[in-house]
């Protein structure tokens, strides 16, 4: 047997024939074998192999793999033969031992301990096995085998930053995929309470008023249509005509759906068909098949209102493969489109677009240098041995610079965390001829010789952000290791072993979904950065009043317009830390609160001597229980300006548009989360007065003088509905 990988067939050929003390002696040198490349597969064989017939052999098997030095498939062995062997305690620390030696990507082995710590009943240490499992695109196998233990373990480990009711309705076969969204909800912290409509029954779930779809009432809708559903022949004489009828019929579904749920539709854009029959003369023959539908497509992304985004499946089936996407037999048997090969890929790009409605996209890329940036060592190689642009591998690191300058121009904030000199990291970034990004790309920079969960940590704390916030982008797996075992959440990109593929492996986790673009968004990475001088002055200034006079603050209040409900709602979904109720809505949920009865709104922004700040804040006022009162149904505001007092400008506001209409009471609760501590105590310090667990009470008489002295107020507005 040659020195190359070892397979499973190569275990039980040269395992098989042999009595049980000859396969020991055998073992220990395959596994020596398969420790220097390690893969589950052949590992898993050995413990086939080895699998003892009496007690004696057990003991033998124990003994043997007791002896063995310590290494990743050794560790891995042990776990296996500790739960053989039910000793449920000593296989999570063979599991933990293995995890730290070995980096796999194999989300089967981390199945397999995640069911070791349920067993034991460590309900989180389990959640994490599973959520690391499904950050590395685990095949539909692993969803169908995973399905129960992840509902047993969602149900126990609690931990979710979201709650949502997700219907999908379609025209397809949709049971398979839902277990799929499930555990994709799971991994990304969403509890996702889901209705799955009636087979091919889409257009009567959505209007009839007494359907399912109707009671279930859903805060996301997924509309999984595909291209049968258009029933176009091979030509059609109309082009303009079809593709209008067609507009005409889906806007009049969305528009029903948000009147009746208030609901974001997510409407799966539509797929071409496998095989035309006018092969390449379709692309060139005006009212062939292939052409309406890609007209259509970019008619239905033109027209959809803002509850609506259209999802990419054409990309989504160019991703995965045309043979892969698109099984005829599987739809002719069981009416299931796309292929469960295809699922995971159609509900991560269904995520993505979940996370971006919920407030979830990630918000920072935090990069490595050597390696990652470029090509070779900046303190070894010095500015003239690194490789950038110029040649194979110097080209798919100048594509990854150039994506990376593209998403912090859409709002997107970079950050470097390198092991490095501080001077050696900069220099390629100030003197490198071929280098796409800069030192001012960059909202942070970190170079030192500290671990990077440790780094990391500190600029989740300078940039006010949470965890949950950051993608780490490391050629290094065993940092990439390490970080997501003492940050899970953190996403972690599983790069691959080519400079050329970096771009794709960071592009397929859709970690930057977004279905808006604000002016808020094009400045964001100056934004923080302001956020960083006014940090270092705070530490600089003598007394807090000090510093927040020389701050020269000017604050503005406006109602919600059509011109920045989309920030609005941007912040209402992201905001955690100053947030008292955390309640989340989608765009129609929060315009039909602003058109209610009696309700008042702010839309608060800040400008200071470092710059605009722009919309920062907002609070939604309903009627309170009782008459000439108000109820707080939310208030929040940016964690870019936590510390400035910000929140009195905002009080004052709400108390000036009480007294202008009325209002002798204002109402506020405090719901508390994992996140939003800093507010705990908010309505005590405004003065207001306990009216139950977690409720308060203000008297609006009773403030006689505004709350802040530090914010002058620029302009105002008001709008209260009657």
């Not at 008023?209 to 109707?214: D, Q, V, Y």
């Not at 220099?427 to 990077?452: S, T, Y």
């Not at 003065?687 to 006689?704: C, I, K, N």
Request: aromatic share 8%; proline share 5%.
């Amino acid at each position: 047997m040659s020195m190359s990988r070892v397979t499973p067939a190569d275990v039980g050929s040269r395992l098989g024939p042999l009595p049980f003390e000859q396969k020991l002696e055998a073992a220990r040198e395959l596994a020596a074998r398969i420790d220097g490349a390690f893969a589950a597969p052949s590992a898993d064989a050995l413990v086939g192999a080895l699998r003892p017939a009496t007690e004696r052999e057990r003991r033998l098997r124990s003994a043997w793999a007791a002896d063995l030095p310590p290494s990743a498939v050794v560790r891995y062995l042990q776990a296996q033969f500790a739960v053989d062997s039910g000793e449920l305690g000593t296989a999570a620390e063979r599991w933990a031992e293995f995890f730290a030696l070995a980096p796999t990507r194999d989300p089967f082995v981390f199945l397999q301990a995640a069911r070791v710590e349920a067993r034991l009943r460590r309900w989180d240490a389990a959640a994490a096995y599973l959520r690391t499992a499904l950050q590395h695109q685990p095949p539909y196998s692993f969803f169908a085998r995973a399905q129960k233990l992840i509902e047993e373990v969602a149900r126990e480990a609690g931990g979710s930053v979201r709650q949502l009711r997700l219907a999908i309705v379609g025209s397809t076969t949709t049971s398979l995929l839902l277990p799929v969204l499930r555990a994709l909800c799971f991994r990304d912290g969403i509890t996702a309470e889901c209705y799955e409509g009636l087979y091919g029954a889409f257009r009567q779930e959505i209007l009839d008023p007494a359907s399912g779809l109707a009671q279930f009432r859903p805060d996301v809708l997924i509309i999984a249509t595909h291209w049968r559903d258009l029933h176009l022949p091979a030509v059609v004489d109309d082009e303009e005509g079809t593709v209008a009828g067609v507009v005409r019929e889906y806007a009049h579904l969305w528009q029903t759906a948000s009147e009746r749920f208030g609901c974001h539709v997510i409407q799966h854009g539509f797929d071409l068909p496998a095989r035309d029959s006018y092969g390449a003369l379709a692309g060139r023959l005006r009212g062939s098949r292939p052409r309406v539908i890609k007209l259509l497509n970019l008619r239905l992304e033109a027209e959809a209102p803002a509850h609506v985004s259209v999802l990419d499946t054409i990309r989504v089936a160019s991703e995965v493969g045309a043979h892969t996407w698109a099984q005829p037999a599987v739809w002719h048997l069981a009416r299931q489109h796309p292929s469960t090969d295809a699922l995971p890929a159609l509900a991560e790009e269904q995520l993505s677009h979940i996370r971006a409605v919920t407030g979830l996209t990630r918000k920072v890329v935090v990069c490595d240098l050597d390696n990652t940036l470029w090509g070779g060592v900046i303190g070894e190689d010095g500015l003239d041995g690194i490789r950038v642009g110029g040649s194979g591998d110097g080209e798919g690191f100048l594509d990854l610079q150039q994506y990376l300058r593209e998403l912090k121009d859409r709002g997107v904030l970079l950050a470097v965390c390198s092991k490095n000199n501080p001077e050696d990291a900069r220099l390629p970034f100030e003197q490198h001829q071929r280098m796409a990004l800069r030192l001012d790309d960059f909202v942070a920079f970190v170079a030192n010789w500290e671990d990077k969960a440790t780094n990391i940590r500190r600029l989740s704390e300078t940039l006010r952000l949470g965890l949950d916030s950051f993608v780490l982008l490391d050629d290094n797996p065993l940092e990439r290791a390490w970080v997501r075992r003492e940050l899970p959440q953190v996403a972690v990109v599983e790069l691959g072993n080519s400079p050329s593929d970096y771009v794709r492996d960071l592009d397929c986790g859709r970690y930057f979904t977004s279905l808006t673009w604000s002016a808020e968004d094009r400045v964001r990475t100056e934004r923080y950065r302001h956020g960083a001088a006014i940090a270092t002055a705070q530490r600089e200034a003598g007394s807090l009043d000090t510093f927040l006079s020389g701050l020269n603050m000017r604050g503005t209040w406006s109602p919600v317009t059509g011109g920045n409900i989309d920030r609005v709602v941007q912040l209402v979904n992201k905001t955690n830390q100053f947030n008292v109720t955390t309640r989340r809505y989608t765009r129609p949920q929060a315009e039909a609160l602003v058109a209610t009865r009696g309700s008042w709104q702010g839309v608060f922004s800040l400008t200071d001597c470092y710059g605009d700040h722009g919309i920062i804040g907002v609070m939604f006022c309903i009627a309170g229980p009782e008459p000439r009162s108000w109820e707080i149904d939310t208030w929040l505001m940016s964690c870019r300006v936590l510390g400035r007092r910000f929140e009195e400008f905002m009080a004052d506001a709400m108390v000036q548009a009480a007294r202008e209409h009325g209002i002798v009471r204002v109402y506020g609760e405090y719901r508390p989360t994992a996140r939003n501590s800093l507010v705990s105590d908010l309505y005590p310090r405004l003065r207001f007065t306990p009216a139950g667990e977690s409720r308060y009470v203000l008297d609006v008489a009773s403030v006689s003088a505004p709350y802040t002295r530090f914010i002058t107020s620029q302009s105002r507005g008001s709008l209260v509905h009657a």
